[in-house]
């Protein structure tokens, strides 16, 4: 049996970590979830509520956060699971298939919107081709790395923004990435409060000025909440 650790950051978003907690089988994994003070009000009931759950506090943001919960997991393989994301209920599946293959060192899951706008279909198939052409997932499609490969990189840099793509681009270079097929699905709340052409193209823009060389802490002053 293959010992995962599930990696919950959260800020702010109690509801959604309630949902993802109380809907998805995580089985004999560890569940880590990682906040920060500003949430220990809002957080209080649901941590008493799931004792099985390991509650870590941590300085705010998300690699800080990702990191805090790395350093007290105990799995062969770490799973950073977005609080408004679903993971599918076959999971486990795509790390053993991964597991199998020593030249794999990290994976990721099918992109999905719970959304039924046609819009949505468009991003979904976007970001296929993103994976597909340049081995580039994102945080919201639920990385999962071999502990031994995520400590050789050092983990997430510290970064505003952007700590999942600069985490995938060292990992690429020590092996291979998994695209498992099972789907993991992500809150359409951000597309719909801001605009789904808004957040597209926000995002299009940020990849873009990212890979020309723009520090991370630039980006994240242009980056809307």
């Not at 681009?169 to 020590?174: A, W």
Request: glycine share 6%; aromatic share 8%; charged share 25%.
């Amino acid at each position: 049996m293959i010992r995962i650790s599930v990696i919950i950051p959260v800020y702010r978003d109690t509801a959604a970590l309630a949902r993802t907690l109380a809907s998805t089988d995580f089985g004999d994994a560890d569940v880590i979830v990682v906040s920060t003070a500003d949430d220990a009000e809002s957080l209080a009931a649901l941590r008493a509520a799931r004792p099985d759950v390991q509650w870590v506090d941590a300085a705010r943001g998300r690699a800080a956060q990702m990191n805090a919960g790395a350093a007290v997991s105990r799995g062969l393989w770490l799973l950073f699971l977005h609080a408004d994301t679903q993971l599918p209920s076959d999971w486990r599946s795509a790390i053993a298939g991964a597991h199998r293959d020593s030249r794999v060192v990290f994976g990721c899951f099918r992109f999905a919107l719970d959304s039924p706008r046609v819009v949505a279909r468009a991003i979904e198939l976007g970001v296929r081709l993103r994976v597909a052409l340049f081995d580039l997932p994102y945080g919201d499609q639920a990385i999962f790395v071999r502990r031994d490969a995520f400590e050789a990189v050092g983990g997430y840099a510290a970064l505003p923004i952007m700590e999942d793509v600069d985490l995938v681009r060292r990992l690429r270079e020590t092996g291979r990435l998994w695209r498992a097929s099972n789907v993991a699905v992500t809150s359409a709340r951000r597309w719909e409060r801001l605009g789904w052409v808004r957040v597209t193209s926000q995002h299009l823009r940020l990849i873009l000025l990212y890979f020309l060389g723009v520090a991370p802490e630039r980006l994240k002053c242009t980056h809307a909440d």
